[in-house]
């Protein structure tokens, strides 16, 4: 949207100038008069691309905002701002306070917005790769209802949140990511180093192999005479997968089959919904009516085929259709959950089962999770053990027919 510059004088005759956006000069001559100000001078202020190029450049190249800067920026907004400090005054101060530079430059561009009117929801907007659609639709939630200060500490509540389930996600799957490329690395170090060496001595002694130990060498030459269309053809396809993956339809693929994955596909399943039941509830807690808080609640989700089971759910509410009757039709709640939907919307408190639901669904997580190891370990015993039989059976069986043969003779 185009900005101008402006020269007006309030109730007092006091002149003052500044900039505002619009989409003509008559719309901020009436941003203006709604402010009890009367235009002076409005003048556009001519757009440079060579500066917005520089601009968009240093974003690209800048620092990026990690989760635990926005967590504390979240919190300290809402203990300045339920101690009455103005917005303005609040942003002032923690750019002083802050020690990251890309932080300095978020809220250094926020203060220069609201300097030009904009407001606080507005601001952010301008910076969807720093705050979700749930952060600006409970902003502007709170800027409507004046209670902005606890919608910073729910946001703060559900970032915290969000970084906690990462982290133990993350922490149940070191283990066994470990454990399968180790076993990777010992198979490719068998193959380069070990079993040709093996073969040049089997060789030399002009003998039967048996099937496994055919199979190994043969194996090892092909890894060692291929690799590099096999190199090729692994970039390939997984250069054709990433590209196939950006596309709607494979991603909604993808995403339903991430949701059917033995051991991971439930713990999944159950982490997004208990992030869907957390933004549902804080939505509707914040005054966002029902259907738009399915919307904002869809975006949140980050599955594409879930996203559209609560895309359908909203249609339906639009339609009339109540909350519990949308959820059964979507299929993807337990029947407990719908019964807590179905007493929620007959009691009038659909935010707090909602919030029940999300903490229900969160220690589901944390038990499966917990739990994902010990389901992982035999798993991996078994294919481990398989791993070493086949190398054995192929390394030292035509040793011990070898040695079996030189004992006859």
């Not at 109730?11 to 709604?34: I, K, N, R, T």
């Not at 968009?56 to 300045?80: C, E, K, N, W, Y």
């Not at 952010?124 to 902003?139: A, G």
Request: aromatic fraction near 8%; include cysteine; hydrophobic fraction near 50%.
């Amino acid at each position: 949207m185009p900005q101008f510059a402006y020269k007006a004088r309030n109730a007092v005759g006091e002149p003052l100038s500044g900039h505002l956006e619009g989409s003509d000069s008559a719309q901020v001559a009436d941003l203006l008069f709604s402010r009890d100000l009367t235009p002076v001078e409005i003048v556009g202020v001519p757009d440079r691309p060579s500066a917005h190029r520089h601009v968009m450049l240093g974003r690209l190249f800048a620092p990026q905002i990690s989760v635990v800067d926005l967590m504390l920026f979240s919190r300290q907004m809402h203990t300045l701002l339920k101690a009455g400090v103005p917005i303005l005054q609040a942003l002032a101060g923690l750019q002083r306070s802050s020690s990251s530079p890309a932080l300095n430059a978020l809220l250094r561009d926020i203060s220069d917005s609201l300097d030009m009117g904009r407001e606080l929801s507005a601001a952010m907007r301008r910076h969807p790769e720093v705050f979700s659609p749930l952060y600006i639709s409970m902003i502007r939630a709170g800027e409507l209802t004046g209670t902005l200060d606890r919608m910073f500490l729910q946001l703060f509540a559900h970032l915290q949140f969000e970084k906690e389930m990462g982290e133990r996600i993350r922490q149940a799957l070191r283990y066994p990511s470990f454990v399968v490329a180790a076993m990777a690395v010992a198979v490719i170090v068998i193959n380069v180093l070990v079993v040709p060496s093996f073969a040049k001595a089997y060789q030399n002694f002009h003998a039967a192999l048996p099937i496994p130990t055919r199979a190994l060498i043969a194996c090892s030459h092909f890894l060692l005479d291929e690799w590099l269309w096999l190199a090729a053809a692994a970039a390939g396809l997984a250069g054709a997968a990433h590209f196939y993956l950006k596309t709607p339809q494979g991603r909604f693929r993808w995403d339903r089959l991430k949701l059917r994955l033995p051991l991971a596909g439930k713990i999944i399943l159950k982490g997004i919904l208990a992030r869907f039941a957390r933004t549902f509830a804080l939505t509707l807690r914040s005054g966002i009516p029902v259907v738009h808080g399915l919307a904002i609640a869809a975006q949140v989700v980050d599955n594409a085929f879930l996203t559209q089971r609560v895309e359908q759910m909203r249609d339906g509410v639009a339609r009339g259709e109540s909350i519990s009757r949308t959820a059964l039709a979507a299929d993807i709640f337990t029947p407990v959950v719908l019964q807590m939907m179905i007493v929620g919307e007959e009691s009038g408190e659909l935010d707090d089962l909602m919030q029940e639901i999300s903490e229900m669904y969160e220690r589901e997580v944390d038990y499966e999770v917990k739990t994902l190891s010990t389901q992982i370990e035999p798993i991996l015993v078994i294919g481990l053990g398989v791993l070493v039989l086949v190398l054995a059976l192929s390394v030292f069986l035509p040793m011990w027919d070898l040695g079996r043969a030189a004992l006859h003779q």
